[in-house]
């Protein structure tokens, strides 16, 4: 039972435009939901995080928006750029601190 | 700044032999984890260690055991590697509840 759920594999968009990923999940008890990126042969990094208690957070070009009702979130980069090109992971906090990710979802941003 | 450190960086067994990965990290955080990477699975949690002297199973703790040395490294081990287990592992850590992980950059594992 997947509980993050990143339903598009894949996403490309022009250089300077919106990029939206998206995220669903179903365990009401998450507290804490973080976005990580991951280029190849590395590990991945922190990107942006948000508490359930928020609906909104901004850091630079980058902002996530929370949906609690619908159990949805989502990353916003305006304006994407290139080295924006790379894997994208939803996680989220539960019990015990874990985190659970989603499969990620792949960007490629084009010139 | 090496922060997460792990080793080797690629390994190649042959099914049935046995090996560590090793992780370190320089942080003083509390909390480290190892998870594994497969393609179309995301990152899947193996198994944790909230606090020194203490681990947890994961998600997919079958076929390994891990060892927290001290504060600072947290061992994987495979006692007899199966092909089920190729795939790419990834330490990290934690300051405790924070939830923000940072990743060591990887082991490449091949299971023949």
């Known amino acids: 039972d997947q509980q993050v759920k990143q339903n598009s594999p894949s996403l490309s968009v022009q250089e300077g435009r919106i990029s939206i990923l998206n995220c669903d999940y179903t365990n009401s008890m998450f507290d804490y939901f973080l976005w990580y990126k991951k280029y190849p042969a590395e590990g991945p990094t922190f990107l942006i995080s948000i508490s359930s208690i928020k609906d909104k957070n901004e850091d630079g070009r980058f902002t996530v928006f929370l949906n609690k009702s619908a159990k949805h979130l989502s990353l916003h980069i305006v304006p994407s750029q290139p080295g924006d090109s790379a894997v994208y992971f939803c996680a989220a906090r539960g019990s015990n601190y874990k985190l659970t990710f989603g499969k990620g979802t792949l960007l490629t941003v084009n010139p | 700044n090496a922060g997460v450190t792990q080793t080797p960086k690629f390994q190649v067994l042959k099914t049935g032999q046995s090996m560590t990965l090793q992780c370190a990290q320089d942080m003083n955080h509390n909390s480290m984890y190892w998870y594994r990477q497969d393609p179309g699975m995301g990152l899947r949690l193996i198994y944790y260690s909230a606090s020194e002297g203490t681990t947890d199973k994961g998600e997919v703790p079958n076929g390994y055991n891990v060892s927290r040395l001290n504060k600072r490294e947290f061992s994987l081990r495979l006692e007899s590697a199966a092909p089920s287990q190729t795939s790419v592992y990834f330490c990290?850590?934690?300051?405790?509840?924070?939830?923000?992980?940072?990743f060591g950059s990887g082991t490449q594992l091949s299971v023949l």
């Open positions: 990290a850590s934690s300051q405790e509840g924070l939830g923000k992980l940072f």
